[in-house]
């Protein structure tokens, strides 16, 4: 199965960007009457036709699609630290794509050793993954924002947590999150978030929870909570 990315997909002809147009006939070397996937990444799975082999503009035609391909009943979102080393970033971003994830929000923390991170990057990498994983929901990555604005202002489901070190407050996620249900799950930085920000989640909400008796690297952390909820939900 060849997935390829269309947002713009509308009518029952599509011609693929040029990058994906490239991706189809030169590496792939896919030909005029050959079968392939399409994904807005919005859950919709059209199966297509090639119509037309061109290299930059290589055209399809839609014969049937399917919607909510491989939806999951539960909403993800994971707001997390980006360490200062970006390749580590990117490898959570892929695996959590891979994993089954809806959301993700960058945040800037009080030891955070990261102010910034390029989007269009990003969605890129997330794109890839969407496309190697075979699904047809392309995650949600928002801009990055401080901590206490997005415990303030950002919506939250009733499930919420954050991921935080202190055994003694700490319950090991697998324990208190029920199956079927959203959740939001933060991650901190290599220094862990500060305890204003715990007791600022803590105040708001968020229940501390634990992901494993090991220190995790922040992108570790990461890929254990998704993991854990798409475990949970037998995904």
């Known amino acids: 199965m060849h997935l390829f990315y269309a947002p713009?997909?509308?009518?029952n002809t599509h011609q693929l960007s040029e990058e994906e147009s490239r991706h189809c006939i030169k590496v792939l070397r896919l030909k005029k009457g050959d079968p392939i996937h399409l994904t807005d990444g919005r859950g919709v799975?059209?199966?297509a036709r090639i119509v037309d082999e061109d290299l930059r503009r290589c055209r399809v035609e839609i014969v049937d699609h399917q919607r909510e391909y491989g939806k999951r009943p539960f909403y993800l979102h994971l707001a997390i630290a980006p360490p200062k080393n970006m390749k580590?970033?990117?490898?959570?971003?892929?695996k959590a794509t891979e994993i089954g994830v809806d959301e993700i929000t960058p945040l800037h923390c009080f030891h955070s050793e990261r102010q910034h991170i390029k989007i269009q990057r990003m969605n890129r990498v997330l794109i890839a993954a969407m496309k190697q994983s075979l699904k047809?929901?392309?995650?949600l990555l928002n801009e990055m924002i401080p901590f206490n604005e997005f415990i303030q202002h950002s919506p939250h489901p009733a499930n919420r947590y954050i991921a935080y070190l202190d055994e003694q407050q700490s319950v090991s996620l697998s324990k208190i999150y029920p199956p079927g249900e959203?959740?939001?799950i933060l991650i901190g930085p290599e220094g862990d978030f500060s305890e204003e920000e715990v007791e600022q989640a803590r105040a708001s909400g968020f229940q501390p929870v634990k992901l494993g008796a090991s220190r995790l690297r922040t992108e570790t952390a990461g890929i254990a909570a998704c993991h854990s909820v798409?475990?949970?939900n037998g995904c």
């Open 182 to 184: 959203d959740a939001l």
């Open 230 to 232: 798409n475990l949970l």
């Open 45 to 47: 799975l059209y199966r």
């Open 88 to 94: 580590r970033f990117e490898w959570f971003l892929e």
């Open 136 to 139: 047809a929901y392309l995650p």
């Open 8 to 11: 713009e997909l509308k009518n």
